[in-house]
């Protein structure tokens, strides 16, 4: 791992514990944004991949650890298991609230924590935009590109759709999730997928997580 995305991964890993400090210490919601801010630049800055990328077991402790963070995030806020991807130009925006969210804003948000129609939601911005999926036009084959070949997080994918459900089994997974996250968004997994849903297809949501020891399963569905 070269120096650029290892301090992409320390800015990552700290942002989110100074985020939950400071909001639970000073209750000011445009700094602790900022934290939560510097750990998405910390993960843009690891998502930039090398020319031979590789996850070693260290390195897989440290993104649980990270994704725990977000988990003790979540858990702050009370925030539950819906989800919804969105794409604003360039950059895709992940919305958590504690009830399903039927219209998302309008513009890019401009808040960590709101109350949209009555329900506590939380935006984060996601490490994946439209340049990192490059020229690819198909759900697969994008989610194929950016998962084996280029984050070489995967070995393969099986993707296949149906009633504007994509489902996709992630071989070879190095990425392990906090339980919170997995239901919550997909986990590390469904992060990448659904944002690369929102990009291609319009508003998505991580509909479905299941794993085994060799696999894991993430369906993602297309809101029309």
């Known amino acids: 791992m070269n120096i650029y995305r290892g301090i992409g991964l320390s800015l990552m890993i700290s942002g989110i514990p100074a985020a939950i400090f400071i909001f639970l210490l000073t209750r000011n919601t445009p700094f602790t944004a900022l934290f939560v801010g510097i750990s998405i630049l910390g993960a843009s800055m690891f998502l930039t991949p090398e020319e031979e990328s590789w996850v070693s077991k260290d390195l897989s402790l440290m993104l649980y650890s990270e994704f725990s963070n977000i988990a003790s995030l979540l858990e702050t806020f009370r ?6 991807f969105v794409a604003y130009g360039e950059k895709v925006y992940l919305f958590l609230s504690e009830g399903s969210l039927e219209k998302a804003p309008d513009e890019p948000p401009n808040f960590l924590i709101s109350v949209l129609e009555g329900k506590t939601v939380l935006s984060l911005e996601s490490p994946i935009n439209r340049e990192i999926i490059e020229d690819n036009t198909s759900f697969c084959s994008a989610a194929d590109f950016v998962l084996v070949e280029k984050l070489n997080v995967a070995d ?15 071989y070879g997974t190095l990425i392990k999730d906090p339980l919170r996250t997995a239901k919550a968004f ?35 569905s297309i809101e029309r």
């Open 79 to 84: 925030i539950s298991s819906f989800n919804k």
């Open 156 to 170: 393969k994918i099986e993707c296949a759709e149906g009633n504007d459900i994509y489902s996709v089994k992630v």
């Open 186 to 220: 997909g986990g590390f997994y469904g992060l990448i997928l659904g944002s690369i849903a929102s990009i291609l297809k319009g508003e998505a949501s991580v509909v479905s997580f299941d794993e085994s020891e060799n696999y894991k399963i993430i369906k993602v």
